[in-house]
């Protein structure tokens, strides 16, 4: 559907992308992920025709598009900041790119009903002005005025970050379940990993204009290409060199670059392990490993706990579920359960 051919983008002397090659499937959910500053704005930005390659093609459903201008690609945009008209109603908001192409004021009542019931705009909201409506109602304002065009490919800046947390996860599921029952092809770019693992199909992750892994979530986090990936995706443990010697496995290289991620680590003496003895955890779970530690500190998360636990030189981090159990004070000592396998090394 979307393919980026050895794309090269340069603002003067400096190169922000500097070989892109990279294809998005048609109806899939694409994210471009990674730091501030990556290039993954500019690929978006590119794709939608506000930037010129410097270098390299763009094909858009198998035809060249990088010469053509924005509004004949057929993408629709939503930015960070929305970029809506405060001053005019969410009906003339949404009505807006068809007014420009001089649509007939039937048609474009239609398409404006029509696409406002899709992201769940009420008729007493299309006759608000759009600074009187909150920013999760804002955000599908933007989202419609995008999609009445009826764009081949809708991509998305960004559009949750001015939004508060709970909203911001309140309304991923809703752009999800949005884009799944539309079934348009979307690029999603966000700095925000959790963001990126719930609501994609495939993930690209960039670092410093490079493309260092694409992927689904699930191979994004559980297998990382590269350090970086690695570290930037979810917490993660750095691991010494005498940690990895004492897991004793023959596969594993003490002076390699070596991670555990959270959850791959159980604590005995927890909630976690209290239904079952440590002799348990080695019958059921072949091939895990116990090291001795103590524990120096806590942070409560309300559902689970992490603990900090120094051992073989490593300050290694445990997630453990919350059952009301009296928590492992500071100085405790306890067994850490590991499976060699799932270090990750680099």
């Known amino acids: 559907m979307i393919r980026f051919e050895n794309v090269e983008v340069r603002f003067g002397d400096q190169v922000a992308i500097p070989d892109l090659t990279l294809h998005v499937?048609?109806?899939?959910?694409?994210?471009?992920?990674?730091?501030?500053?990556?290039?993954?704005?500019?690929?978006?930005?590119?794709?939608?025709?506000?930037?010129?390659?410097?270098?390299?093609?763009?094909?858009?459903?198998?035809?060249?598009?990088?010469?053509?201008?924005?509004?004949?690609?057929?993408?629709?945009?939503?930015?960070?900041?929305?970029?809506?008209?405060?001053?005019?109603?969410?009906?003339?908001?949404?009505?807006?790119?068809?007014?420009?192409?001089k649509t007939?004021?039937?048609?474009?009542?239609?398409?404006?009903?029509?696409?406002?019931?899709?992201?769940?705009?009420?008729?007493?909201?299309?006759?608000?002005?759009?600074?009187?409506?909150s920013g999760g109602q804002q955000q599908r304002v933007a989202i419609a005025r995008a999609l009445v065009l009826e764009p081949r490919i809708l991509l998305l800046d960004e559009p949750?970050?001015?939004?508060?947390?709970?909203?911001?996860?309140?309304?991923?599921?809703?752009?999800?379940?949005?884009?799944?029952?539309?079934?348009?092809?979307?690029?999603?770019?966000?700095?925000?990993?959790?963001?990126?693992?719930?609501?994609?199909?495939?993930?690209?992750?960039?670092?410093?204009?490079?493309?260092?892994q694409v992927g689904t979530p699930e191979e994004?986090?559980?297998?990382?290409?590269?350090?970086?990936?690695?570290?930037?995706?979810?917490?993660i443990n750095p691991l010494t060199d005498d940690f990895v010697r004492a897991l004793g496995s023959d596969t594993l290289i003490p002076s390699a670059p070596s991670y555990l991620r959270l959850e791959k680590v159980a604590l005995e003496r927890t909630a976690l392990d209290q239904s079952r003895s440590p002799a348990d955890i080695r019958s059921r779970d072949l091939g895990v490993v116990r090291l001795e530690g103590v524990v120096t500190g806590r942070s409560y998360h309300g559902a689970f706990s992490t603990y900090s636990v120094l051992s073989h030189g490593a300050t290694v981090r445990a997630t453990v579920a919350e059952n009301g159990a009296p928590p492992l004070a500071d100085g405790t000592p306890t067994s850490l359960y590991v499976d060699p396998a799932a270090v990750l090394q680099y």
């Open 25 to 101: 499937r048609e109806g899939e959910f694409f994210t471009l992920l990674g730091p501030s500053g990556c290039g993954k704005t500019t690929a978006l930005r590119t794709l939608a025709g506000f930037v010129e390659p410097s270098a390299g093609d763009i094909r858009i459903g198998g035809e060249i598009a990088t010469r053509l201008p924005s509004e004949k690609r057929r993408v629709g945009m939503v930015f960070q900041n929305y970029a809506l008209f405060p001053s005019m109603s969410v009906w003339d908001n949404i009505a807006f790119g068809l007014t420009v192409l």
């Open 104 to 133: 007939g004021k039937a048609e474009t009542g239609r398409r404006v009903r029509e696409i406002a019931d899709t992201v769940s705009l009420t008729t007493n909201q299309l006759a608000k002005n759009v600074s009187e409506l």
């Open 220 to 235: 994004i986090y559980n297998g990382s290409a590269t350090e970086f990936v690695c570290t930037f995706i979810g917490a």
């Open 160 to 212: 949750l970050s001015n939004l508060d947390a709970k909203l911001r996860v309140q309304l991923r599921e809703q752009l999800k379940n949005l884009q799944a029952d539309l079934g348009i092809t979307t690029v999603y770019v966000t700095h925000d990993q959790e963001e990126a693992l719930t609501m994609s199909d495939r993930i690209a992750v960039f670092n410093h204009g490079v493309v260092e």
